[in-house]
């Protein structure tokens, strides 16, 4: 998924949850802020690889983004006191994990890989309806807490 999806229930999720001060940063660091950790990691072996040519389906991950990275998130939750950050990155990979380019879960254990859920559906409408879903959402939590 790109970043407006992320975006988008992250913060309905912590306006669901009525998060507040370091918890509200947590959220955002592991259900959005992932992505700019991971990605510039990647960026120079695809430009050594591709160059500026523009390659659909490159696999951006690294472990920092698969499910494998709750056995840090995890203990980190627990010393930070917080469910947030594990509860936060694990709505990123769902999002992302619904999206049909290749992903590696137990990476750099194993190298099993899937393509994705919901495969009957175009990413692209996927997160549309994503998108639209969270949207509404969040505009249903901001009418209630009036």
């Known amino acids: 998924m790109t970043i407006l999806p992320h975006l988008l229930v992250t913060t309905l999720g912590v306006q669901a949850l009525g998060l507040e001060g370091k918890d509200i940063v947590l959220a955002y660091s592991f259900g959005y802020g992932i992505d700019l950790v991971d ?3 990647k ?3 695809y430009l050594k690889k591709n160059g500026r040519k523009n390659e659909k389906h490159y696999h951006w991950r690294t472990p920092l983004q698969e499910p494998v990275a709750l056995m840090w998130i995890i203990p980190l939750s627990v010393y930070l006191g917080t469910y947030v950050p594990a509860l936060f990155f694990i709505s990123h990979f769902v ?3 619904m ?3 290749e992903k590696r879960p137990f990476y750099p254990f194993s ?3 899937t393509e994705g859920i919901l495969r009957k ?3 692209t409408q996927k997160e549309i309806w994503t998108c639209i879903m969270c ?3 969040i505009a249903v939590l901001v009418l209630v807490k009036r």
Do not use: E, Q
Request: glycine letters at 0%.
């Open 95 to 97: 999002l992302d994990y």
């Open 121 to 123: 559906y175009s990413d």
């Open 135 to 137: 949207a509404a959402l």
């Open 99 to 101: 999206v049909s380019y």
């Open 43 to 45: 960026l120079p072996l």
């Open 111 to 113: 190298t099993y890989s």
């Open 39 to 41: 990605h510039p990691i």
